[in-house]
């Protein structure tokens, strides 16, 4: 796929496994999170969001955990599936009025079945 | 709804040629983005509109880009004369500011080639 990059981060995994993919932002006054899901020729697909008054976020298999203090972002999905696989991208933007998203360098996942 | 539309899905060109891309943002957006991804340097912004109005066009590589936004359900990307560089992946992207989320839905990009 179009995202794939040379250095890009890789996680492989077992199907039925949980999955924890990582995050580190820079941007200390981002108040702002989105995880987007990549798959091969696709545009970015979201995922889930956090906001900064929160520390954890869930919905269906996928929760975000956030820690404002080493300004980490994490994925978790729950029942790794095949067709999980995908390129992953966090991104960060602020909540006070609107701004533009910062987008990671992703992570590749890799579901084996 | 048919989500945001980009035209031509693939695009193979020589350098010099102008390329033109194109995106129909889902209607009802007042925001569209438009972003480049390669594999070095990821997936950039290169300028956003509001209401139709261009806000930020510091991604912007150069002059030979230049972006339109003519009317609230359409927009191009225009790279004249394009160079074997610019050849990546263009992104367009849209949302609105009215549903308290920043979520941007994208499109299925345009894989862009210069020869």
């Known amino acids: 796929g179009e995202s794939v ?4 981060p890789t996680l492989s995994v077992q199907e039925g496994d949980n999955s924890i993919i990582n995050c580190a932002y820079s941007n200390s006054a981002s108040d702002y999170f989105i995880w987007y899901k990549q798959e091969s020729g696709k545009g970015p697909q979201f995922i889930i969001d956090i906001r900064s008054n929160m520390d954890k976020r869930q919905g269906q298999r996928v929760t975000v955990l956030l820690n404002k203090t080493v300004k980490h972002l994490s994925l978790q999905i729950a029942a790794t599936q095949p067709g999980d696989s ?3 991208f966090c991104a960060e933007g602020m909540n006070s009025g609107y701004s533009t998203l910062t987008f990671g360098k992703g992570t590749m ?3 084996s079945p | 709804d048919a989500g945001v539309i980009q035209s031509p899905r693939h695009e193979v ?6 390329v033109t891309l194109r995106c129909k943002p889902i209607s009802g957006h007042d925001y569209l983005f438009w972003y480049r991804q390669t594999m070095m340097r990821g997936l950039e912004l290169l ?3 509001n ?4 806000i930020d ?4 590589p150069e002059d030979r880009f230049s972006a339109k936004m003519p009317n609230a359900s359409f927009s191009t990307l225009k790279i004249q004369p394009s160079e074997p560089r610019d050849s990546a992946v263009y992104f367009c992207a849209s949302t609105t500011s009215g549903r308290g989320s920043y979520e941007q839905y ?3 990009g345009t894989r862009l080639t210069v020869t």
């Not at chain 1, 990059?5 to 890009?8: C, D, K, W």
């Not at chain 2, 209401?51 to 261009?54: F, K, M, W």
């Open chain 2, 51 to 54: 209401n139709n109005v261009p």
């Open chain 1, 5 to 8: 990059g040379l250095h890009l």
């Open chain 2, 57 to 60: 066009d510091s991604g912007m």
């Open chain 1, 86 to 88: 995908a390129v992953y």
């Open chain 2, 13 to 18: 060109t020589e350098m010099g040629q102008e």
């Open chain 2, 106 to 108: 994208f499109g299925p």
């Open chain 1, 109 to 111: 996942l890799l579901v």
């Open chain 2, 47 to 49: 300028i956003y509109f």
